[in-house]
Protein backbone atom coordinates (compact mmCIF):
# COMPACT_ATOMS: atom_id res chain seq x y z
CA UNK A 1 0.00 0.00 0.00
CA UNK A 2 1.21 3.49 -0.93
CA UNK A 3 1.20 5.76 2.37
CA UNK A 4 1.78 9.00 3.18
CA UNK A 5 5.61 10.00 3.38
CA UNK A 6 4.43 12.25 6.21
CA UNK A 7 2.93 11.20 9.39
CA UNK A 8 -0.32 12.60 10.39
CA UNK A 9 0.90 15.17 13.33
CA UNK A 10 3.38 16.77 10.69
CA UNK A 11 0.89 17.60 7.78
CA UNK A 12 1.12 21.02 7.00
CA UNK A 13 -1.62 23.46 8.18
CA UNK A 14 -2.47 23.86 4.24
CA UNK A 15 -1.04 21.93 1.33
CA UNK A 16 -0.86 23.28 -2.26
CA UNK A 17 -3.28 25.68 -4.35
CA UNK A 18 -6.27 25.28 -6.16
CA UNK A 19 -7.78 27.04 -8.72
CA UNK A 20 -10.54 29.67 -7.36
CA UNK A 21 -13.02 27.91 -9.75
CA UNK A 22 -12.59 24.93 -8.65
CA UNK A 23 -12.60 25.80 -4.99
CA UNK A 24 -15.80 27.27 -5.22
CA UNK A 25 -17.18 24.28 -7.54
CA UNK A 26 -16.90 22.25 -4.20
CA UNK A 27 -17.84 24.87 -1.93
CA UNK A 28 -21.36 24.55 -3.95
CA UNK A 29 -21.34 20.85 -4.41
CA UNK A 30 -20.97 20.48 -0.07
CA UNK A 31 -23.22 22.81 0.48
CA UNK A 32 -25.89 20.76 -1.52
CA UNK A 33 -25.04 17.60 0.78
CA UNK A 34 -26.11 18.41 4.14
CA UNK A 35 -23.66 16.01 5.60
CA UNK A 36 -20.97 18.11 4.63
CA UNK A 37 -22.95 21.12 6.77
CA UNK A 38 -21.19 22.06 9.61
CA UNK A 39 -22.41 20.80 12.77
CA UNK A 40 -23.75 24.53 14.01
CA UNK A 41 -26.03 24.51 11.31
CA UNK A 42 -27.53 20.90 11.05
CA UNK A 43 -27.89 20.39 14.91
CA UNK A 44 -30.18 23.20 15.76
CA UNK A 45 -33.16 21.69 15.71
CA UNK A 46 -31.80 18.81 17.18
CA UNK A 47 -30.78 20.88 20.54
CA UNK A 48 -34.70 21.71 20.02
CA UNK A 49 -35.38 18.32 20.56
CA UNK A 50 -32.91 17.65 23.29
CA UNK A 51 -33.88 20.77 25.07
CA UNK A 52 -37.63 18.94 24.70
CA UNK A 53 -36.98 16.03 25.99
CA UNK A 54 -35.18 17.19 28.84
CA UNK A 55 -38.29 19.16 30.06
CA UNK A 56 -41.07 15.95 29.34
CA UNK A 57 -38.71 13.72 31.17
CA UNK A 58 -37.86 16.53 34.20
CA UNK A 59 -34.11 15.95 33.88
CA UNK A 60 -32.27 17.77 31.23
CA UNK A 61 -29.50 15.48 30.89
CA UNK A 62 -31.35 12.30 31.84
CA UNK A 63 -29.57 10.84 28.70
CA UNK A 64 -25.89 10.63 30.85
CA UNK A 65 -27.42 7.86 32.35
CA UNK A 66 -27.90 5.94 29.38
CA UNK A 67 -24.73 3.76 30.01
CA UNK A 68 -23.74 3.93 33.84
CA UNK A 69 -20.93 2.41 33.12
CA UNK A 70 -19.18 5.19 31.10
CA UNK A 71 -18.40 8.64 32.64
CA UNK A 72 -21.30 10.76 31.56
CA UNK A 73 -22.92 8.36 29.57
CA UNK A 74 -20.28 8.59 26.61
CA UNK A 75 -21.65 11.96 26.11
CA UNK A 76 -18.20 13.59 26.04
CA UNK A 77 -14.80 13.14 27.80
CA UNK A 78 -15.15 9.56 28.33
CA UNK A 79 -12.29 7.07 28.88
CA UNK A 80 -12.15 4.48 26.03
CA UNK A 81 -11.29 1.90 27.98
CA UNK A 82 -13.57 1.79 30.56
CA UNK A 83 -15.98 0.18 28.49
CA UNK A 84 -13.19 -1.87 26.31
CA UNK A 85 -11.64 -3.30 29.30
CA UNK A 86 -14.80 -5.55 30.73
CA UNK A 87 -15.63 -6.42 26.90
CA UNK A 88 -11.69 -7.95 26.90
CA UNK A 89 -11.97 -9.32 30.65
CA UNK A 90 -15.62 -11.13 29.89
CA UNK A 91 -15.36 -11.35 26.03
CA UNK A 92 -11.94 -11.48 24.53
CA UNK A 93 -12.99 -13.14 21.66
CA UNK A 94 -15.12 -9.94 20.45
CA UNK A 95 -12.36 -7.38 20.92
CA UNK A 96 -9.72 -6.14 19.46
CA UNK A 97 -6.70 -6.79 22.22
CA UNK A 98 -5.67 -3.68 23.56
CA UNK A 99 -3.50 -2.04 26.19
CA UNK A 100 -3.94 1.27 28.14
CA UNK A 101 -0.89 3.16 28.21
CA UNK A 102 -0.68 5.38 31.16
CA UNK A 103 1.49 8.57 32.19
CA UNK A 104 5.27 7.46 32.73
CA UNK A 105 8.21 7.96 31.30
CA UNK A 106 8.69 8.34 27.54
CA UNK A 107 10.97 5.23 27.46
CA UNK A 108 8.45 3.33 29.42
CA UNK A 109 5.27 3.96 27.35
CA UNK A 110 7.24 3.08 24.14
CA UNK A 111 8.99 -0.24 25.69
CA UNK A 112 5.28 -1.26 26.64
CA UNK A 113 3.46 -0.06 23.32
CA UNK A 114 6.11 -2.46 21.71
CA UNK A 115 5.88 -5.63 23.59
CA UNK A 116 2.67 -5.25 22.68
CA UNK A 117 3.28 -5.07 19.38
CA UNK A 118 5.36 -8.05 19.66
CA UNK A 119 3.18 -10.14 21.20
CA UNK A 120 -0.07 -9.18 18.76
CA UNK A 121 2.04 -8.40 16.02
CA UNK A 122 1.86 -5.45 13.33
CA UNK A 123 0.56 -2.92 12.17
CA UNK A 124 -0.85 -1.35 15.68
CA UNK A 125 -3.44 1.34 16.20
CA UNK A 126 -2.84 4.24 18.90
CA UNK A 127 -5.57 6.30 19.72
CA UNK A 128 -6.66 8.77 22.49
CA UNK A 129 -8.03 6.79 25.44
CA UNK A 130 -10.18 10.03 25.34
CA UNK A 131 -10.93 11.07 22.25
CA UNK A 132 -13.68 11.08 19.28
CA UNK A 133 -14.50 11.07 16.15
CA UNK A 134 -11.33 9.73 14.78
CA UNK A 135 -9.34 12.44 16.58
CA UNK A 136 -5.64 10.71 16.87
CA UNK A 137 -5.75 8.08 16.04
CA UNK A 138 -3.39 6.73 14.46
CA UNK A 139 -1.84 3.13 12.75
CA UNK A 140 1.43 2.76 13.36
CA UNK A 141 3.53 0.14 11.32
CA UNK A 142 7.22 0.29 12.71
CA UNK A 143 8.75 0.97 15.99
CA UNK A 144 9.50 4.32 14.84
CA UNK A 145 5.96 5.80 14.35
CA UNK A 146 5.22 4.31 17.44
CA UNK A 147 8.24 6.17 19.24
CA UNK A 148 6.92 9.50 17.92
CA UNK A 149 3.36 9.14 18.24
CA UNK A 150 4.35 8.37 22.13
CA UNK A 151 6.60 10.81 22.74
CA UNK A 152 5.18 13.47 21.16
CA UNK A 153 1.67 12.96 22.78
CA UNK A 154 2.20 12.48 26.47
CA UNK A 155 -1.43 11.21 28.22
CA UNK A 156 -3.01 7.76 28.25
CA UNK A 157 -2.62 6.41 24.73
CA UNK A 158 -4.43 3.07 23.63
CA UNK A 159 -2.51 0.66 21.55
CA UNK A 160 -4.28 -1.89 19.68
CA UNK A 161 -4.59 -4.64 17.59
CA UNK A 162 -5.23 -4.08 14.14
CA UNK A 163 -7.59 -6.05 12.50
CA UNK A 164 -8.25 -6.44 8.87
CA UNK A 165 -11.47 -6.20 7.36
CA UNK A 166 -14.99 -4.71 6.78
CA UNK A 167 -15.57 -1.98 9.36
CA UNK A 168 -19.14 -1.19 10.00
CA UNK A 169 -20.77 0.98 12.99
CA UNK A 170 -23.53 -0.70 14.66
CA UNK A 171 -26.24 1.27 16.74
CA UNK A 172 -27.53 -0.67 19.86
CA UNK A 173 -29.82 0.31 22.31
CA UNK A 174 -31.33 -1.97 25.12
CA UNK A 175 -33.82 -0.85 28.14
CA UNK A 176 -32.53 -2.28 31.34
CA UNK A 177 -34.02 -5.44 32.57
CA UNK A 178 -34.40 -6.56 28.42
CA UNK A 179 -33.16 -9.27 26.84
CA UNK A 180 -33.44 -8.27 23.65
CA UNK A 181 -31.20 -5.88 21.89
CA UNK A 182 -32.30 -2.84 19.21
CA UNK A 183 -30.23 -2.49 16.46
CA UNK A 184 -31.03 1.07 15.81
CA UNK A 185 -28.42 1.78 12.93
CA UNK A 186 -26.00 -0.36 10.70
CA UNK A 187 -23.32 1.99 8.50
CA UNK A 188 -20.78 0.20 6.33
CA UNK A 189 -17.60 2.10 6.64
CA UNK A 190 -15.74 2.12 3.50
CA UNK A 191 -12.33 4.49 2.56
CA UNK A 192 -12.20 6.28 -0.25
CA UNK A 193 -9.10 5.06 -3.33
CA UNK A 194 -8.14 6.61 -6.79
CA UNK A 195 -6.79 4.28 -9.35
CA UNK A 196 -3.66 5.41 -11.05
CA UNK A 197 -3.18 5.97 -14.82
CA UNK A 198 0.18 6.52 -15.40
CA UNK A 199 -0.59 10.30 -16.82
CA UNK A 200 -2.00 12.36 -13.75
CA UNK A 201 -0.84 13.55 -10.61
CA UNK A 202 -2.31 12.35 -7.70
CA UNK A 203 -3.71 15.91 -7.19
CA UNK A 204 -5.62 15.77 -10.41
CA UNK A 205 -6.83 12.06 -9.71
CA UNK A 206 -8.22 13.41 -6.43
CA UNK A 207 -9.93 16.33 -8.14
CA UNK A 208 -11.22 14.18 -10.72
CA UNK A 209 -13.19 11.76 -7.97
CA UNK A 210 -16.57 12.09 -7.72
CA UNK A 211 -16.29 11.55 -3.55
CA UNK A 212 -12.90 12.65 -3.30
CA UNK A 213 -13.02 15.88 -4.53
CA UNK A 214 -15.59 16.79 -1.86
CA UNK A 215 -13.17 15.89 0.70
CA UNK A 216 -9.98 17.37 -1.50
CA UNK A 217 -9.05 20.01 0.90
CA UNK A 218 -8.49 16.95 3.97
CA UNK A 219 -6.81 14.35 1.49
CA UNK A 220 -4.70 17.03 -0.06
CA UNK A 221 -2.96 18.09 3.57
CA UNK A 222 -2.91 14.88 4.69
CA UNK A 223 -0.53 13.68 1.38
CA UNK A 224 0.68 16.54 1.07
CA UNK A 225 4.05 15.42 -0.04
CA UNK A 226 2.92 13.10 -2.68
CA UNK A 227 0.24 15.06 -5.11
CA UNK A 228 2.69 15.97 -7.84
CA UNK A 229 3.51 12.17 -8.37
CA UNK A 230 2.12 10.36 -10.90
CA UNK A 231 0.59 6.61 -9.87
CA UNK A 232 1.34 4.07 -11.89
CA UNK A 233 -1.38 2.33 -14.34
CA UNK A 234 -3.43 0.53 -11.91
CA UNK A 235 -1.76 1.24 -9.06
CA UNK A 236 -4.81 2.07 -6.44
CA UNK A 237 -3.96 4.50 -3.68
CA UNK A 238 -6.44 4.29 -0.68
CA UNK A 239 -6.74 8.08 0.56
CA UNK A 240 -8.69 7.19 3.94
CA UNK A 241 -7.96 4.55 6.46
CA UNK A 242 -9.57 5.27 9.68
CA UNK A 243 -13.13 4.76 9.78
CA UNK A 244 -14.81 8.24 10.63
CA UNK A 245 -17.00 10.67 8.50
CA UNK A 246 -14.66 13.73 9.30
CA UNK A 247 -11.85 12.13 8.64
CA UNK A 248 -12.75 11.05 4.80
CA UNK A 249 -14.44 7.61 4.88
CA UNK A 250 -17.67 6.93 3.17
CA UNK A 251 -20.38 5.78 5.23
CA UNK A 252 -23.20 3.26 3.43
CA UNK A 253 -26.66 2.58 5.16
CA UNK A 254 -26.55 -1.03 5.99
CA UNK A 255 -29.51 -1.78 8.18
CA UNK A 256 -30.36 -4.69 5.79
CA UNK A 257 -27.74 -6.49 7.99
CA UNK A 258 -29.90 -6.90 10.98
CA UNK A 259 -30.71 -10.35 11.52
CA UNK A 260 -31.61 -12.15 14.33
CA UNK A 261 -28.50 -14.07 14.43
CA UNK A 262 -26.36 -10.62 15.30
CA UNK A 263 -28.69 -9.71 17.85
CA UNK A 264 -27.62 -12.90 19.53
CA UNK A 265 -24.12 -11.69 19.30
CA UNK A 266 -24.55 -8.51 20.34
CA UNK A 267 -27.04 -9.43 23.64
CA UNK A 268 -23.76 -11.47 24.57
CA UNK A 269 -21.63 -8.39 23.96
CA UNK A 270 -23.86 -5.98 26.05
CA UNK A 271 -23.89 -8.51 29.23
CA UNK A 272 -20.07 -8.73 28.71
CA UNK A 273 -20.11 -4.57 29.66
CA UNK A 274 -22.47 -4.52 32.56
CA UNK A 275 -23.99 -0.86 32.15
CA UNK A 276 -24.06 -0.52 29.01
CA UNK A 277 -27.13 -0.12 27.01
CA UNK A 278 -27.12 2.73 24.24
CA UNK A 279 -24.37 3.65 21.58
CA UNK A 280 -22.34 2.64 18.58
CA UNK A 281 -20.37 -0.10 18.56
CA UNK A 282 -17.17 0.13 15.99
CA UNK A 283 -16.47 -3.26 14.59
CA UNK A 284 -14.75 -5.20 11.89
CA UNK A 285 -15.68 -8.70 10.65
CA UNK A 286 -13.72 -10.86 8.15
CA UNK A 287 -16.16 -9.82 5.65
CA UNK A 288 -19.46 -8.29 4.92
CA UNK A 289 -21.37 -11.82 4.88
CA UNK A 290 -20.19 -12.19 8.53
CA UNK A 291 -22.14 -9.56 9.98
CA UNK A 292 -25.27 -10.51 9.47
CA UNK A 293 -24.53 -14.25 11.03
CA UNK A 294 -23.12 -12.62 14.15
CA UNK A 295 -19.69 -13.80 13.44
CA UNK A 296 -16.56 -13.02 13.92
CA UNK A 297 -17.07 -9.53 15.29
CA UNK A 298 -14.40 -7.76 16.76
CA UNK A 299 -15.12 -4.26 18.71
CA UNK A 300 -13.01 -1.26 17.59
CA UNK A 301 -14.37 0.86 20.06
CA UNK A 302 -17.66 1.27 22.01
CA UNK A 303 -19.12 4.60 21.54
CA UNK A 304 -21.81 6.40 24.17
CA UNK A 305 -24.65 8.67 23.78
CA UNK A 306 -22.87 10.80 22.34
CA UNK A 307 -22.44 8.47 18.63
CA UNK A 308 -24.66 8.67 15.69
CA UNK A 309 -26.98 6.70 13.97
CA UNK A 310 -24.50 7.00 11.19
CA UNK A 311 -26.57 5.81 8.15
CA UNK A 312 -28.15 9.24 8.01
CA UNK A 313 -24.54 10.03 6.00
CA UNK A 314 -25.63 7.45 2.91
CA UNK A 315 -25.02 10.17 0.16
CA UNK A 316 -28.06 11.53 -0.96
CA UNK A 317 -29.95 10.60 2.42
CA UNK A 318 -32.83 13.27 2.64
CA UNK A 319 -32.41 15.64 5.21
CA UNK A 320 -36.23 14.86 6.85
CA UNK A 321 -34.74 11.37 7.33
CA UNK A 322 -32.08 12.29 8.66
CA UNK A 323 -33.67 14.54 11.64
CA UNK A 324 -36.07 11.97 11.98
CA UNK A 325 -33.16 9.17 12.95
CA UNK A 326 -31.54 11.44 14.61
CA UNK A 327 -34.67 12.82 16.92
CA UNK A 328 -35.77 9.03 17.46
CA UNK A 329 -32.25 8.61 18.85
CA UNK A 330 -32.25 10.87 21.26
CA UNK A 331 -36.11 9.76 22.42
CA UNK A 332 -34.25 6.48 23.42
CA UNK A 333 -31.46 8.20 24.89
CA UNK A 334 -33.87 9.78 27.03
CA UNK A 335 -35.98 6.81 27.83
CA UNK A 336 -33.43 4.55 28.79
CA UNK A 337 -31.17 7.04 30.51
CA UNK A 338 -34.49 7.91 32.95
CA UNK A 339 -34.77 4.42 33.36
CA UNK A 340 -31.27 3.71 34.73
CA UNK A 341 -31.84 7.02 36.94
CA UNK A 342 -35.01 5.50 38.28
CA UNK A 343 -33.19 2.68 39.30
CA UNK A 344 -29.99 4.70 40.84
CA UNK A 345 -27.32 5.81 37.86
CA UNK A 346 -26.03 9.16 38.31
CA UNK A 347 -27.19 11.58 36.26
CA UNK A 348 -24.42 14.40 35.02
CA UNK A 349 -25.63 18.05 35.76
CA UNK A 350 -25.47 20.31 33.09
CA UNK A 351 -22.46 22.51 34.78
CA UNK A 352 -20.55 19.53 34.57
CA UNK A 353 -21.03 18.81 30.74
CA UNK A 354 -20.27 22.00 30.45
CA UNK A 355 -16.91 21.55 31.74
CA UNK A 356 -16.44 18.85 30.23
CA UNK A 357 -16.70 20.35 26.78
CA UNK A 358 -14.28 23.14 27.15
CA UNK A 359 -12.24 20.53 28.61
CA UNK A 360 -12.54 18.55 25.36
CA UNK A 361 -12.06 21.68 23.10
CA UNK A 362 -8.41 22.33 24.84
CA UNK A 363 -7.97 19.03 24.18
CA UNK A 364 -9.06 18.88 20.67
CA UNK A 365 -6.28 21.55 19.93
CA UNK A 366 -3.51 19.08 20.92
CA UNK A 367 -4.74 16.51 18.83
CA UNK A 368 -4.33 15.71 14.45
Known amino acids: MWLPASLPWQAPLSAGTMPLRERLQIRLARMR ?27 PTAFTA ?24 NAPDLVAQFVLVGEASAL ?16 VVLKPDVGQRGRGVHIARNAQEVGEYLGRFPGPVIVQRYVAGEEFGVFVARMPGQREVQIVSIVHKTFPQVGGDGVRSLRALILADARARLIANLLFK ?52 PGYSFGRMDVRVPSSAH ?48 AHAR ?26
Open 108 to 123: QRIGQALAFADDHGWP
Open 66 to 89: ANPAIEAGGMVGERKHQALQPLQD
Open 291 to 338: LPRGEGLQVLELNGVSAESAHIYHPDTPLLEGYRAMLHQWSLAFEIGA
Open 222 to 273: RWAAELDRVPAEGEVVQLVEIGAHCRGSLFLDARNLATPALQATLGRLLDAV
Open 343 to 368: AGAPVTSAWELLRLFRADLRRGAEWF
Open 33 to 59: RWEFWPSWLYYGPIVLWILWLGLKHRS
